[in-house]
């Protein structure tokens, strides 16, 4: 059974030193936007004080498709003239799911945002972490409650090993 889509829980803790076009500091209003594909996108709320240091501090729980490799992490700020992209990153699905770390654990990430020009253009910092999915018990009973042997009703299962002797038959 393959599975479609993980549960991912992602915390948008803060972001750093945010500037518009790579120079003025950001000074309200920067909100961030997560898309894990074209059809899975969620968005913390605006931080309206923290200006270029804004701190949201939100959990966002979004499906990951079993063929994402990367999720799409901007920090948007939005002006009198409309929402501008502060910057970019592609966070890869490897930094917090499989590997050596086990499923659940909890992944502290910060990572480097890029402008549309590809110039560097403050932090984000993260958390991710993989829901463990709960298996669900089997509706019917692999074995049977009893087994009836000898017109004696006996709980639980038997199970017989065949096993070939090496003793001989010593007649007398």
């Known amino acids: 059974m393959e599975v479609a889509s993980r549960v991912m829980e992602i915390t948008v803790i803060s972001g750093e030193d945010l500037r518009v076009n790579s120079r003025k500091p950001v000074k309200k209003n920067a909100y961030v936007a997560v898309r894990t594909d074209s059809k899975n996108s ?30 799409t992490v901007e920090v948007h700020c939005k002006a009198s003239s409309g929402d501008r992209v502060i910057g970019t990153v592609r966070v890869p699905v490897s930094d917090f799911s499989g590997g050596l770390t086990p499923e659940g654990h909890l992944h502290f990430l ?10 560097r253009n403050g932090i984000v910092n993260l958390s991710v972490r993989m829901k463990v999915p709960v298996m669900a ?16 009703e006996w709980g639980g299962v ?5 096993v070939r002797s090496s003793y001989r038959t010593v007649q007398v």
């Open 42 to 71: 969620e968005m913390t709320r605006v931080d309206t004080e923290g200006g270029s240091f804004s701190t949201w501090n939100q959990k966002l729980v979004m499906n990951l498709p079993a063929q994402a490799r990367f999720v």
């Open 158 to 162: 038997v199970v017989g090993f065949p």
């Open 110 to 119: 910060s990572y480097r945002l890029r402008n549309e020009k590809g110039e």
């Open 137 to 152: 018990a089997p509706q019917q009973r692999m074995w049977p409650e009893t087994v009836v042997g000898g017109g004696c």
